[in-house]
Nanobody, 121 residues
Framework: QVQLVESGGGLVQPGGSLRLSCAGSGSIFSINSMGWYRQAPGKQRELVAIVVSSGTRNYADSVKGRFTISRDTAKRTVYLQMDSLKPEDTAVYYC???????????????WGQGTQVSVSS
């Protein structure tokens, strides 16, 4: 089984920074993409940032220029550096890995347990 363990959430004032980490463990054959999603109360889960196997990165328009996604492939870890945080960034942030566990298996979405990010003065 694949497990994703997130860390780094918390409470921060507007304009502050946080860094989220997500470490993957278990039987992973190959990773197609790693990313971060978020879900605010009463809203649908949305993509925040994603990095695909080629290294290409994509961001939601709302976080471009403020958030940076990076990865350590050897450690199967993905990071999200969040700067200039705003109250509207408040949400539960979920790590996502789209991967195969064997050469013959299908790609499957794996999710972390979520970490709360709260931006408030």
């Amino acid at each position: 089984q694949v497990q994703l363990v997130e860390s780094g959430g918390g409470l921060v004032q507007p304009g502050g920074s946080l860094r989220l980490s997500c470490a993957g463990s278990g039987s992973i054959f190959s990773i197609n993409s790693m990313g971060w999603y978020r879900q605010a109360p009463g809203k649908q889960r949305e993509l925040v940032a994603i990095v695909v196997s080629s290294g290409t990165r994509n961001y939601a328009d709302s976080v471009k220029g403020r958030f940076t996604i990076s990865r350590d492939t050897a450690k199967r870890t993905v990071y999200l550096q969040m700067d200039s945080l705003k109250p509207e960034d408040t949400a539960v942030y979920y790590c996502n890995v789209y991967a195969k566990i064997t050469p013959a298996s299908s790609l499957y979405n794996y999710w972390g347990q979520g970490t709360q990010v709260s931006v408030s003065s």
